[in-house]
């Protein structure tokens, strides 16, 4: 991405060339309609299309750039993404049927996230499916927490607000996750089953949303 300075400069170059174009189409109106008036139009059409290339031709650039930037961000984070969800969505298909568990799926995030909507025998199995492949889990969402927090360093909020919120949700959802008290509790497994959805969910609208500001559309 263009540094300040180098951002500065163009918006000078441009204003300095409107200006040049105002003064030279004003003089052009007062001058006689001899020697001076075409010229000084001629000037201030040459001003006006220097202005107009330097807005086109930089705004052409920036999306350029804008988009090598988010591929190289889509790049740093979607290995951890996808080997997350890969193998969430194994460990889950081997508890639930496909179609069942993304109808589950599907009816949870329609309902805000409530786990309550989740029936008792589904937060069983995945509080089951967490404490039996916790060190697996735990490595992927290791991966997934790092990828998650470089990217939202690098992002800021003027790259886009959308993305950041997905990973800033990613992670918070990993937060809580791995600060659930693993007790057996019906609470431990409501707890448990909203985040590890969560995580899988919003990391990859994280994913979605790079895909789309890099202009790189999904297969399926």
């Known amino acids: 991405m263009l540094g300040k300075n180098g951002k500065q400069m163009k918006k000078h170059l441009v204003w300095i060339n409107i200006l040049l174009f105002v003064a030279l189409s004003v003089g052009a109106y007062y001058s006689p309609t001899t020697f001076w ?50 193998t969430f969505l194994d460990l889950i298909w081997t508890k639930f ?17 409530d786990p309550k909507t989740l029936p008792p025998e589904t937060r069983e199995k995945l509080y089951l499916l967490a404490t039996t492949k916790q060190n697996e889990l735990s490595i992927l969402i290791q991966s997934l927490e790092e990828s998650l927090a470089e990217v939202t360093r690098l992002v800021g909020w003027d790259l886009d607000a959308d993305l950041l919120s997905e990973c800033l949700k ?17 609470k431990a497994k409501e707890d448990i089953s909203e985040h590890l959805i969560d995580i899988d969910c919003f990391s990859q609208y994280a994913r979605d949303k790079l895909l789309e500001l890099a202009g790189i559309k999904q297969e399926g």
Not at 170 to 186: C, M, N, P, Q
């Open 97 to 113: 049927g496909k179609n069942e568990f993304g109808d589950l799926r599907n009816a949870y995030m329609k309902a805000g996230g």
């Open 170 to 186: 990613a992670r918070t959802a990993i937060r809580h996750f791995r600060e659930v008290k693993l007790d057996g509790s019906d």
């Open 37 to 86: 008036q075409p010229l000084l139009i001629n000037m201030a059409t040459t001003f006006f299309a220097i202005c107009l290339g330097l807005v086109v031709i930089n705004i052409y650039l920036e999306k350029a750039q804008r988009k090598g930037a988010i591929r190289s961000l889509l790049h740093l984070c979607n290995n951890a993404i996808a080997n997350f969800h890969n």
